[in-house]
């Protein structure tokens, strides 16, 4: 069977632009709510230089009110982007499964009898379930987030320069190993798919024949080759589990590492008069606001990896030859005498593994 890889250009295509109507409006609810968000940083600043060190007891009113606003604005977009994208998600899953399925039933019977049952059903019931990350929430939470480490950049850069500077290499550095994980942790979820395809076939005509093995007295054989396949699941998930790990975790000592570099600065700039307690106040809300989408990036540039993954498979099932066309091989018999005769007739659904040898006979 050939292999195939879906790409992001055919995943914009098959499944993204055609719903471009609902992602774009998922895309702007998501940027209002990213802005929103970034009311209370702001707002810290004025609190700090402003209301309380001029007791302005009509500013903190206003401010109290913008934010309010602000937080409610997040509560709505948040519910409107689950109700549209998410529900849109479930429904494309359930048109890919009937598609599927409908090419599944399309394909020869020589593809049944090396396939096992239970595979087929991961196959049209699992590796579809990932596109709930493209059109659901996961692509556009992963665009809200670059949108939310931009903005707070250029934020960051306003307050101090140098500051910002200091914080940009061990993010660069978490971007360069995030990258490379994810390009080895692809093939690990796509191998995960056949085990998992391998492990429930297996499972499923275990059980459906369980009177067969009972009769043969092959409980143990079964029980071993079961424990083999879920053993080997395990080692993939545990490979693959390794691999984010390796990411969270980089993310947790690097931008860490910049966290407690700003303090040690932002605390020295301070005490030289170059940095207020509202400007330092702000600068790390902000710095939290950029290095929280980075890290949420990596569960989901996971979550889309898996996708890929199972899409990839999906993608084998789809481009593979339907048996011929019933109508195309037709043959029209204009004169029928009724007699019947088999006369050496041999027949196999794979070359080299015959079903009927030889066979004759006559039916008047």
């Given at each position: 069977?050939k292999?195939?890889?879906?790409?992001?250009a055919?995943?914009?295509?098959?499944?993204?632009?055609?719903?471009?109507?609902?992602?774009?409006?998922?895309?702007?609810?998501?940027?209002i709510?990213?802005?929103?968000?970034l009311?209370l940083?702001?707002a810290?600043?004025f609190?700090?230089?402003?209301?309380?060190?001029?007791?302005?007891?009509?500013?903190l009113?206003t401010?109290?009110?913008v934010?309010?606003?602000?937080?409610?604005?997040?509560?709505?977009?948040?519910?409107?982007l689950?109700?549209?994208l998410?529900?849109e998600?479930q429904?494309?899953?359930?048109?890919l499964r009937?598609?599927?399925?409908?090419?599944?039933?399309?394909?020869?019977?020589s593809y049944?009898?090396?396939?096992?049952?239970?595979?087929?059903v991961?196959?049209i019931?699992?590796?579809?379930e990932?596109v709930?990350n493209?059109?659901?929430?996961?692509?556009?939470?992963?665009?809200?987030?670059?949108l939310?480490a931009?903005i707070s950049?250029?934020?960051?850069i306003?307050?101090s320069?140098?500051?910002?500077?200091?914080?940009?290499?061990?993010?660069?550095?978490?971007?360069?190993?995030?990258?490379?994980?994810?390009s080895?942790?692809?093939?690990i979820?796509?191998t995960?798919?056949v085990?998992?395809?391998?492990?429930?076939?297996?499972?499923t005509?275990t059980l459906n024949?369980?009177?067969v093995i009972?009769?043969?007295?092959?409980?143990?054989?079964?029980?071993k080759?079961?424990?083999?396949?879920?053993?080997?699941?395990?080692?993939?998930?545990?490979?693959?589990?390794?691999?984010?790990a390796l990411?969270?975790?980089?993310a947790t000592?690097?931008?860490?590492l910049?966290?407690?570099?700003?303090?040690?600065?932002?605390?020295?700039?301070i005490?030289e008069g170059?940095?207020?307690f509202?400007?330092?106040?702000s600068f790390t809300?902000?710095?939290?606001f950029?290095?929280?989408p980075?890290?949420?990036?990596?569960?989901?540039?996971?979550?889309?990896?898996e996708a890929?993954a199972?899409?990839?498979?999906?993608e084998?099932?789809?481009?593979?030859?339907?048996?011929?066309?019933?109508?195309?091989?037709?043959?029209?018999?204009?004169?029928?005498?009724?007699?019947?005769?088999?006369?050496?007739?041999?027949?196999?659904?794979?070359?080299?593994?015959?079903?009927?040898?030889?066979i004759?006979?006559?039916?008047?």
């Open positions: 069977m292999k195939s890889k879906v790409t992001i055919q995943a914009f295509k098959t499944i993204i632009w055609p719903r471009r109507k609902l992602v774009l409006l998922g895309l702007v609810l998501i940027v709510s990213r802005l929103a968000s009311v940083p702001g810290s600043k609190l700090i230089d402003d209301v309380i060190a001029n007791k302005d007891m009509e500013m009113k401010l109290l009110l934010v309010a606003g602000a937080i409610v604005i997040q509560s709505v977009t948040s519910f409107l689950t109700r549209l998410s529900v998600a429904l494309l899953i359930s048109k009937a598609k599927v399925q409908k090419k599944i039933l399309s394909l020869p019977i049944f009898d090396n396939t096992k049952s239970g595979e087929l991961s196959r019931m699992t590796d579809v990932g709930r493209l059109v659901g929430t996961g692509l556009v939470q992963l665009f809200g987030g670059t939310t931009i950049l250029f934020l960051l306003k307050i320069p140098m500051m910002t500077l200091y914080v940009l290499v061990p993010i660069i550095i978490f971007a360069i190993i995030a990258l490379k994980a994810f080895y942790i692809r093939p979820f796509r995960r798919g085990i998992n395809a391998d492990v429930t076939g297996r499972l005509e024949g369980v009177r009972k009769g043969f007295n092959a409980e143990e054989q079964e029980h080759t079961f424990e083999k396949g879920v053993e080997l699941l395990f080692q993939n998930v545990k490979k693959s589990l390794t691999s984010t990411v969270t975790s980089s000592f690097l931008l860490g910049a966290t407690t570099g700003i303090m040690g600065l932002g605390g020295y700039m005490i170059d940095l207020t509202g400007e330092f106040l809300l902000y710095l939290g950029m290095i929280a980075i890290v949420q990036m990596s569960n989901i540039g996971s979550q889309l990896t890929f199972g899409l990839d498979r999906t084998e099932i789809m481009n593979m030859e339907s048996e011929d066309d019933e109508t195309q091989r037709s043959i029209i018999l204009n004169d029928i005498r009724g007699d019947i005769k088999f006369d050496n007739v041999s027949f196999a659904y794979i070359e080299g593994k015959g079903i009927v040898h030889d004759n006979f006559d039916a008047p």
